[in-house]
């Protein structure tokens, strides 16, 4: 529509600078110290609404970091979209990989760098700027909700009893998300779905000091030593996880949904060269995009123990850690494998170690139907603004909350992401172009026209 | 002798006094931020000698940290005894797990805790107490050379060099060194040898930067999971090392001697009570002494790669690192084995990854013969002051700069150590007995009695 298009080359400017400054807040939510910085920037996100034109905003306490809501209700006959997403960020470790600052956008190349660029900052304010146009011109064409969370890089462990308790609060006809990716511009894509997530940690403990490797090495089992089996111990020679029933309730995508992935467009020689690898590793059996997408995976995220300093120490140390997380595919539950995993590695804890385990987070794997009017509503505003039908696929990343969303209010998400892969998600110089951050702000506006015509 | 016993007596407090000011000096010789405090540490040992009674004590440069070198020479007909030690510590780190500052010697139950109390400041400080006792009552039997360099706990890179120029200036009949400890008070022990010892670093990298473990995860090798298997298959079933080559050149001990060895004291229940483990663990076929002893050994020092910080990060990192090291027995070369590591890790990386391996350190395994005046002198010494034989062990530390000093100075070692092996060496609350500091005091002049008499 040529109005929101006038509206938002008016404000572009602005759009980005408002964006900038949001990104200036470091909201990780994983460590205690930026508790602040997280009220700070939920407040932040709330005037946000206000000035973009809800009717109301509030900052809802919970037992962690604070939920922000609001909406803009005209019209009880019209549909309503709830749009959801996070205002915290991922830690920015390892810093010094960092080319500027994590919390000091800095734009290069027509791509602003940032912790949270991508990573939901940029993709929320894509929202809250489109909700803006829609108000400005007078084309809100539906009513409209926001759930905009502050837990999510941590597994959103308090949003569940938030949804619970607001289901009247929360009540609409579809949830639309934009933390996802597309594969390009050139060949735009909407995920049908999240894998779900099971994070647990591992803590070998040997010697109840650290000791000289010398005058006891070799005659008491090295806790890293112990760990390093552990974890050589959880995939087989064809690259499938050991850990007994982890496979059990994976329900296998059929030989249709496989035929469709495998023409979805990838350019392995591309792919490996922007990662930097001579070759790809995975399941046996299974290609790429399979799996990321319909395969579940064990991933080790993080390891330590004894001396990780400059030189050397000779040191046979008492501990070593492990953070593991494992990636789910429709059917598996979350609970279920966290508990498996949590047992299974204290049951091959080797002799002379003893193991604990404890869980980090977790959250159910989604599927989006493609038949409905969501998805379909979707698939014609990408169509609008891109010109073509977007390819419909499974993403490899997890929102916890999805599962949860959908057994509790009954209604259907909706991923329209406008990131990419390579956008350094979680990693140091995440990125998000400016392109696709003005892109969303033009074809959500399409989203909500085209759903509210469909339902209507 | 009355007269060292009195003068002891009298200087008892003093004695005390001066060692906790030099392990107040926080001379870490592998981290670069105390290149300032190891020159003042340098010049404390220096000015003590000098304090002692050395006719002339010098600091030399090296191309790491200085070497103090100081002597007393007065009657050339006599034997002469080369003391060697070490100024340098280890790093204290995990600091977190030390029940006072590492620097801040505390005496509690009456033992000095403090990095450096035992290995080696404690040690190297009763020679010069001893040397001080000899020369104040004016029976110093013979000349007396101290050579403590600053770089033994990063495995004295630059000792060789300096030894080999100064031949001369080095001269002498035994070297003798307190290093080391003994089984206990009760149970004296005097060490005939210590291993050796190759150090390097392994850094696997997979893709060229941390990625979201949700988006590739499945997909990339993860360079924490390659390097677990990579350490997982250095030790068979047996806990043999599979490194292929690594135990060609191990001089086997014989029947003879490992029956010796099964005779020392060695309470299996008391050790594992006092490390806190339920299990030993070790290469089958040899006992925890042997173990320690006469067999090769690889422990793993430290290990490090991706999130390691409070909470969860969903990242597939891109590096992952752990320090190595191998102690190594009679016969088996530290240059051969480094180079025999540094290839093996190379060549078992996994598809998917690079690794690089580099060197840290190494050193040459020694074996002192019990049959020479050296060792039968240091006999003597310890029978006088403990009223016991001591008894022979193999050590399971590592002197790097032992084999050089045979092959460069033509002389042989005694190892005279009077610590213990529960002292926490290289751990956090590092000890040492203010018991066995004035024992060692005690014990040391006669050794040079006793020597000088035997080389008569």
Known sequence: MQVWKDYQQQHKDRFLEELLALLRIPSISAKSEHKTDMIACANSVKDHLIKA??????????AGH???????????????????GHYDVQPADPLDLWHTPPFEPTIRDGK????????????????????????????????IKFIIEGEEEVGSPNLGTFVKANKELLKADVILISDSSMLS?????????????SYIEVEVTGPNRDLHSGVYGGAVANPITMLAKMIASCHDENNHITIPGFYDDV?????????????VPFNEAEYKADLGVDSLWGEKGYTTNERTGIRPTLELN??????????????????????????????????????MLLKHFVSI?????????????????????????????????????????PIPIRGGGSIPICALFEKELGIK?????????SDNLHSPNEKYDIFNYYKGIETIPYFHQFYTEMKK
Chains 1, 2 share one sequence.
């Open 53 to 62: 034109g809800a009717t109301t905003a509030t900052i809802y306490e919970t």
């Open 66 to 84: 604070p939920v922000v809501y609001g909406e803009k209700i005209f019209d009880a006959s019209l549909p309503t979209v709830l749009v959801y």
């Open 112 to 143: 602003i760098f940032a912790r949270g660029a991508c990573d939901d900052k940029g993709q929320v304010f894509m929202h809250v700027k489109a909700f803006e146009t829609m108000v400005a011109t007078n084309t809100l064409p539906c009513n």
């Open 185 to 197: 511009m050139e060949n735009p894509s909407l995920d049908v779905g999240v894998r779900g997530l």
């Open 251 to 263: 329900l296998e995508a059929s030989a249709e949904d496989r035929e469709k992935m495998s023409k």
């Open 302 to 339: 993080g390891i330590w123990g004894g001396y990780t300093g400059e030189g050397a120490k000779t040191v046979l140390p008492s501990k070593a850690f492990a953070k593991i997380s494992t990636r789910l595919v429709p059917n598996q539950n979350s609970t279920k494998i966290t508990e």
């Open 349 to 389: 804890a080797p002799e002379g170690v003893v193991v604990n385990a404890s869980e980090h987070h977790g959250g159910e794997p989604y599927l989006t139907p493609i038949d409905s009017i969501e998805y379909k509503a979707a698939e014609k505003a990408v169509f609008a603004t891109f010109g073509k039908e």
């Open 413 to 421: 998400i909706v991923f329209m992401g406008f990131g990419l892969d």
